[in-house]
Each structure stands twice: as structure tokens, then as C-alpha cells.
């Protein structure tokens, strides 16, 4: 079975006390992972070094960075590299998100850069993709998600693509109380592995895990992760209630 996997996204919240209190919260639910099955923590910068411990002493549980720089190094003030993400124990780096695409116009050709130095680095990208309302409501979300793939992600090799994971994010639904139906999950998430299927090959698009990643709740993921090809999720908010995301955890195939 692909890897079902429950990430957690904190984006710019809490502080290292708050976010220590959390993990321990979560961890110390023992809740049985088996081998395919995942919790990935999205922690802000500053606290990767001191949650390294009390994440990973409990099996299948990782540690991902919420971005990197496309650079590999250099005077770039203030930015993190992929080199100091794996230096302090990271496992994962969330690529593309929505919110880095839109605030910080962040391009396709560095998003590409960004996915390089990842893997360069051991580190696993989780890449994000989704359509604004706007293209939702003209119809046209699947050339919207196929060109981001495209442009991102096909100079990779099947090699690397194998075992990858993806979130879909239909931006509309992140933040806003708007959740996509099950089906609408699913029919994009189908239309995701098509389009990687087609690049790549049925067995690699079958090993990808594509997590869905638009307001997920305690109470609506065992709906959404029921779906044949949604993989687990990208949560936001509800990551940062302890009760909630473990709900969001149980609820993994």
C-alpha cells in the first residue's frame, strides 16, 4: 500500500513551549502506525533542532521544514538552505505551497530549483499543487494542477519520482470553512496520478502518495481519506489542536 500519511502544517504559529506541549500531546496518544502509515510535522524554522528528539523517539514519525531557498548557498540573508535543513535532522520540506506561490511569488522554475536541492540533500519533497476559485469556477482546475506538474516536476527521472508525495490544494478551500466534496477530492487526486501515470508509468504513479490539502477536520477525514486516491492530508488549523489531529491521524487508511 502507498504511504497514508497525516501532515501537519503550523505554518507561522505557535511558540517552541506551545509546539513542545503539542508533540508531546499527539505522541503520547500511542497510536499504532503501521510500516504505511506516517505523521510529518511541518515546524517553523526555528524549532527543528529542539523537536528532533521528542519527534522521531516515536516510530514513523517525521520532521518536515515548511520551505527552503532555491539557492544552494550565498548572501541570501535570512533564507535556509536545503543543506541546513538536512543538518539539523529534517526528513521533509513542503514545496509550493499556495501561500509561499501567492505572497512570495514563488515560480515554477524555483519551485523545480527548490525540489533539486531537496533531494540533493536526502530530503523529501512534498509538493503542492491546487487551483484558485477562479479557475475552479471556469472549469479548467485540471490543466491548472497538470501545468504545475509539468512545469516542477517532469525534468525529475522516474528514479526520483518514485515514492514521492503530493498535496492538492484547492486554494478556495484553505482557511476559508470551504471543503471540496469527497468526489471532488477524488476526482482530482485520480486526475493527479493520471497525469503522472502517463510520464511516468502506472507503477511509479502507484507509489506516489497525494494527500489532500483544504481545510481537513477531525470530523471530515475519514470521508476524504476514504477516497481510492487521496493518500492522507496536508492539515493546517487542525493541526494545531492536539484532540483534532489526532482524530485526523486515526482516521489514515
Known amino acids: 500500500m502507498r504511504k497514508q500519511i497525516a ?24 497510536i499504532h502506525l503501521q510500516d504505511h502509515r506516517e505523521v510529518i510535522l511541518g515546524i517553523p524554522f526555528p524549532y527543528l533542532l529542539a523537536v528532533k528528539d521528542p519527534v522521531k523517539s516515536s516510530d514513523n514519525y517525521f520532521i518536515a521544514a515548511q520551505n527552503c531557498y532555491f539557492q544552494k548557498s550565498g548572501a ?7 543543506e541546513m535543513i538536512k543538518s539539523v535532522g529534517a526528513d521533509y520540506v513542503i514545496i509550493g505551497h499556495s501561500e509561499r506561490r501567492e505572497y512570495f ?29 477562479s479557475v475552479r469556477e471556469a472549469n479548467e482546475q485540471n490543466k491548472y494542477v497538470e501545468d504545475q506538474l509539468r512545469e516542477s516536476l517532469y525534468h525529475l527521472a522516474t528514479e526520483q519520482v518514485k515514492g514521492f508525495v503530493i498535496a492538492y490544494e484547492p486554494i ?4 476559508t470553512g470551504k471543503t471540496a466534496t469527497s468526489a471532488q477530492a477524488q476526482e482530482m487526486h485520480s486526475h493527479i496520478r493520471n497525469v503522472l501515470a502517463e510520464k511516468y508509468g502506472n507503477e511509479t504513479a502507484e507509489s506516489i502518495s ?43 487508511k
Open 105 to 133: 511569488n514563488e515560480n515554477h522554475q524555483m519551485l523545480a530549483a527548490k525540489i533539486d536541492l531537496c533531494l540533493e540533500n536526502g530530503l523529501k519533497p512534498i509538493f503542492c499543487c491546487g487551483e484558485p476559485l
Open 7 to 30: 501532515a501537519a502544517n503550523w505554518k507561522m504559529n505557535l511558540t517552541l513551549d506551545e509546539g513542545l506541549k503539542l508533540i508531546e500531546s499527539i505522541v503520547s496518544e500511542n
Open 172 to 175: 478556495w478551500a484553505i482557511g
Open 210 to 252: 497525494i494527500l489532500y490539502g483544504g481545510s481537513v477536520k477531525a470530523n471530515n477525514a475519514s470521508e476524504i481519506f476514504s477516497e481510492k486516491d487521496v493518500d492522507g492530508g496536508l492539515v493546517g488549523g487542525a493541526s494545531l489542536v492536539a484532540s483534532d489531529f489526532i482524530e485526523i491521524i486515526k482516521a489514515l
Open 76 to 82: 541570501y540573508t535570512g533564507e535556509v538552505s536545503a
